[in-house]
Nanobody, 120 residues
Framework: QVQVVESGGGLVQPGGSLRLSCAAS????????MGWHRQAPGKQRELVAT???????YYADSVKGRFTISRDNANNKVYLQMNSLKPEDTAVYYC??????????????WGQGTLVAVSS
């Protein structure tokens, strides 16, 4: 079993910053990808940022230049630094880990989500 836990959400004023953290643990042999998604009220879940390969990053157009994804491979962690936040960034942010387990099973593991609310 694989567990994914996010932290760092909260209420912030427009223009402010937040840093989200995500840690994966459990029956992990290898993590082949980690990334951040979000779901705003009444909208579908969307990909925000991820690592398509070991040396590249992907960002949704709406967050380019404001959000930065980073990772700590040794500890199975990924972070999302969010700057210049806008009200339209308000959403539940989910961390996803693509995992190869020790029993050779491929698993898409999701966290419970952390709420980011941007409002004055």
């Amino acid at each position: 079993q694989v567990q994914v836990v996010e932290s760092g959400g909260g209420l912030v004023q427009p223009g402010g910053s937040l840093r989200l953290s995500c840690a994966a643990s459990g029956n992990i042999f290898k993590i082949y990808n980690m990334g951040w998604h979000r779901q705003a009220p009444g909208k579908q879940r969307e990909l925000v940022a991820t690592f398509p390969s070991s040396n590249t990053t992907y960002y949704a157009d709406s967050v380019k230049g404001r959000f930065t994804i980073s990772r700590d491979n040794a500890n199975n962690k990924v972070y999302l630094q969010m700057n210049s936040l806008k009200p339209e960034d308000t959403a539940v942010y989910y961390c996803r880990a693509g995992v190869l387990t020790s029993s050779s099973e491929t698993v898409d593991a999701w966290g419970q989500g952390t709420l980011v609310a941007v409002s004055s």
